[in-house]
């Protein structure tokens, strides 16, 4: 089921994604080569919790854990470790629901810890410029297949990566699954018309390879490229309003000005 949020109950949700993007704020100094994923997922579950807020994620579908971190060649739903130990050059991704006082925010961002390379730096900037192609497509009046047309285009055609097809984004609040689904590939001018009051994730997941998972992990949840590359991703959720998507999950007021909330 859609369901359509009134101004206040996105209010709400903007609040929950407050915490949410602070959250993803401060990893910036946390994450860091000789620290394991496990510490990641020590840090966010405190920072959740300190702010009053609930991390949705545990118990979902017999999940145990505050957060998704999935480090290289995972594209998602990769398990915080004790004995994975970062070092430099990893690539990792931290996906989290945040739920205050009943609104729910959903946001994943990728880290590069310690020192870069050319070919990642790239990939980060290609996959962020992708989420915010799809943002640009979400407005009143539009379809879903015009956020997915829109990243699809760019990362594949354009830059030659791979888009992965069987993970996507959806709609959100006030569970945290919801419809519809929002793939990040398709065709412009099909799929559901967007309407006001709509919440939805964009999260596009970009390979330096093939599009293509292998989803065989012994643990039943972590998703791999079928060719072994990096897998990137960067997710906000966003509102539908007749001024134009607003981003709800804002790590960056300045870069974001055009869409956040007056």
């Known amino acids: ?53 609930i991390p949705e994620q545990i118990g979902f579908e017999g999940y145990k854990y505050a957060t998704c971190v999935s480090v290289n060649d995972e594209i998602c739903h990769g398990f915080p470790r ?11 991704k ?8 009943g609104a729910m925010s959903d946001s994943c961002w990728s880290y590069v ?24 497509q979400a407005r009143v009046g539009n379809r879903i297949g015009d956020i ?6 760019y990362t594949e055609d354009e830059m030659g990566y791979g888009d992965v097809r069987e993970f996507i984004g959806h709609g959100i609040g006030p569970t945290m699954h919801e419809s519809p689904n929002v793939p990040h590939y398709g065709e412009a001018g099909h799929g559901l018309r967007l309407r006001e009051g709509m919440t939805i994730t964009i999260e596009p997941m970009i390979n330096m390879g093939t599009w293509e ?16 590359s990096l897998s990137c991703q960067f997710e906000h959720t966003i509102a539908i309003t007749k001024e134009g998507p607003k981003i709800l999950t804002s790590q960056d007021p300045e870069m974001d000005a055009p869409y956040l909330l007056k």
């Open 1 to 53: 089921m859609i369901t359509i949020k009134s101004p206040r109950e996105i209010e709400d949700m903007a609040k929950s994604g407050a915490i949410l993007a602070g959250m993803h704020v401060a990893l910036r100094d946390i994450i860091k080569p000789g620290i394991s994923s496990w510490k990641i997922e020590e840090f966010c579950k405190n920072y959740i919790e300190s702010h009053g807020a």
């Open 82 to 92: 004790k004995d994975l130990i970062l070092k430099d050059g990893d690539l990792v």
């Open 94 to 101: 931290v996906d989290t629901v945040v739920n205050y006082k």
């Open 113 to 136: 810890v310690g020192k870069s390379t050319p070919e990642i730096d790239k990939l980060m900037a290609v996959t962020k410029k992708a989420l915010y192609l799809g943002i640009d």
């Open 148 to 153: 997915g047309a829109a990243i699809q285009h």
């Open 213 to 228: 998972a292998e989803m065989d992990d012994p643990n039943g949840w972590t998703a791999r490229t079928a060719d072994g």
